[in-house]
């Protein structure tokens, strides 16, 4: 009991993991496809509250890694790569590159540091436009042969549930404790031995990996590729949301985000009225979120959840004594 206390949403969360892993057993393509999306936008989300959340970083420039990955997918597969060889080629691709941004951008605080990684990721997108290697605007497809679903569906749904296991484990250790010193009081944690610039760099590097593998995932399950969508702003806007809305430095609210953002992104795509104003509405959401709880839907939670009754025990009458 000690244990569920000290973690209340572990049941909730292996319930979700078991509906994830077993859905393919009772469920049909079209819902397994929505199941794919919220598993990839968990591991997009949680991955960058590594950084966003923990550390106080907040990088818009996050669809670089998603590109770094997909397009290391694609291009080494039409060169005669196993899809799945891949993967970790593009994980390490992205840790270089996280490193290379990170050393003159850590040195940045606040907006300034959020405006540069603006800047690289805009910078990223616009290369891969112009050179021929990825394709240029066009973009690129995937070699015929290399699509199975079931196989691409276990795999993000088990980095999905990776990703968070790793942010919770993080989070209770040592690291995790680093990083959120550097987000409450930068010259405080440096001041008591903890190396910022290096923390940040180690954040930023698991979290690009995270994210590049995830982007590997999505070049193989689309079979299609273009530098405007999978190094476009909105998408690294959108990775930023879905922690805000859910709850930053926390476990379980980039999951709590990206379920949410997930499901009005198939809402709102079913109605082609609606089709492009999903952001429009998570902005909305954002807005509220701001102003009226900024610990977003965990903070709503717990909110509710202390306004709640609670349950005392009766008392027992004490023996009367004579």
């Not at 805009?122 to 112009?130: D, L, Q």
């Not at 590097?205 to 405007?228: D, E, H, R, T």
């Not at 922690?243 to 709590?256: C, D, E």
Request: aromatic share 10%.
């Amino acid at each position: 009991m000690s244990f569920l206390r000290r973690h209340p949403a572990l049941p909730a969360g292996l319930l979700f993991a078991i509906g994830l892993l077993g859905a393919p057993l009772v469920a049909e393509r079209g819902t397994l496809n929505d199941l794919w999306n919220v598993a990839f936008a968990v591991v997009l989300a949680s991955a960058w509250n590594l950084l966003g959340g923990f550390a106080g970083q907040v990088s818009l420039g996050y669809s670089a890694f998603v590109g770094i990955g997909a397009y290391t997918t694609v291009l080494l597969s039409l060169a005669g790569w196993n899809p799945t060889l891949t993967l970790p080629i593009g994980a390490l691709l992205a840790v270089a590159f996280s490193v290379a941004v990170g050393l003159p951008t850590f040195r940045l605080r606040g907006p300034y540091f959020t405006i540069a990684t603006i800047g690289v990721g805009e910078a990223v997108r616009v290369i891969a436009s112009g050179v021929d290697f990825t394709g240029g605007a066009s973009g690129l497809r995937m070699p015929p042969g290399t699509f199975d679903f079931t196989s691409n569906y276990y795999s993000i749904v088990i980095l999905a549930l990776f990703t968070v296991a790793l942010c919770a484990w993080l989070s209770q250790h040592a690291f995790g404790l680093a990083l959120e010193a550097i987000r409450q009081d930068i010259d405080a944690a440096e001041a008591l031995g903890v190396s910022s610039t290096r923390m940040k760099l180690e954040a930023h590097a698991i979290s690009a990996a995270l994210v590049a593998l995830a982007g590997g995932l999505f070049a193989i399950n689309f079979q299609y590729i273009s530098p405007s969508n999978v190094f476009d702003f909105r998408l690294s806007l959108s990775i930023v949301l879905m922690p805000i809305v859910g709850g930053m430095g926390t476990v379980v609210g980039p999951v709590l985000g990206a379920i949410l953002f997930s499901y009005l992104q198939i809402k709102l795509l079913a109605s082609p009225a609606l089709r492009d104003s999903y952001l429009f509405i998570y902005g909305g959401l954002l807005i509220a979120v701001m102003l009226f709880e900024p610990r977003g839907m965990v903070g709503l939670w717990e909110r509710l959840v202390r306004k709640l009754p609670r349950w005392r025990a009766p008392r027992t009458a004490e023996p009367h004594r004579a």
